[in-house]
């Protein structure tokens, strides 16, 4: 790794992912997934038992529950069923584990996504306006029913995400069919907000021109 030689020659970037990749794999990770398999094993074992005895304890069982052999037989499936259950959770978790540090973006885009409940601009596959109340800062107009919108302030206008789209006066159903509006609610407001999607696309835009002397830090960073 310190040679930085990849498939392709000498390269920063390759050494940076290299050791990024076998440190993550080689320190607490490991022990996590320890943990991890002992908490799965111990959590099923009394599951087992729990559901075994209730199994047991109900009347139309009491013939079974005295068979000696059919409760041995039985101890030896629960135990191949937990054995079987916790490695096949082992071999999954590694395979998660081996391909952490792969995405430089994930803990970022997980990151972004949280703070995106904050935000004042809402995105939608779908949403209803049944009244110029369901659109934050607006309000009926006084000689005109809905759809005839307004908003509340003089010097706000209307908004889909981050793109103006109407005037002070305006339609609420016109509104809702623009190509803007379709999947981002409309607002009242002086200027654009943030839109909730803006930093999630930017992330997920790939970047070209990725420091290496950074990449082991994020890729670490990201993979934990």
Request: proline content about 3%; overall charge neutral.
């Amino acid at each position: 790794n310190l040679a930085a030689t990849g498939i392709t020659g000498g390269n920063l970037c390759n050494a940076a992912s290299r050791e990024a990749r076998e440190t993550f794999l080689s320190g607490a990770s490991q022990k996590g997934l320890a943990l991890l398999e002992y908490g799965i094993k111990w959590l099923l074992e009394k599951h087992v038992k729990v559901t075994h005895n209730l199994v047991m304890a109900m009347p139309r069982h009491e013939a079974y529950a005295r068979d000696v052999s059919m409760s041995a037989e039985l101890d030896v499936v629960e135990k191949s069923f937990i054995d079987d259950w916790t490695a096949s959770f082992r071999k999954d978790y590694s395979e998660q584990l081996r391909k952490a540090t792969l995405n430089v973006q994930q803990a970022k885009i997980l990151k972004t996504l949280h703070g995106m409940e904050n935000l004042t601009t809402k995105s939608s596959l779908a949403y209803d306006l049944t009244s110029c109340a369901d659109i934050p800062g607006a309000e009926g107009r006084d000689r005109e029913a809905f759809p005839a919108c307004k908003c509340k302030s003089a010097k706000e206008k209307l908004f889909c995400g981050v793109e103006h789209v109407a005037e002070r006066k305006f339609n609420a159903m016109d509104v809702k069919e623009l190509i803007q509006c379709r999947y981002s609610e409309p607002y009242c407001a002086v200027n654009p907000s943030k839109h909730d999607l803006r930093d999630l696309a930017v992330i997920l835009n790939p970047n070209p021109t990725i420091k290496c002397d950074k990449l082991y830090e994020d890729l670490v960073d990201s993979a934990v």
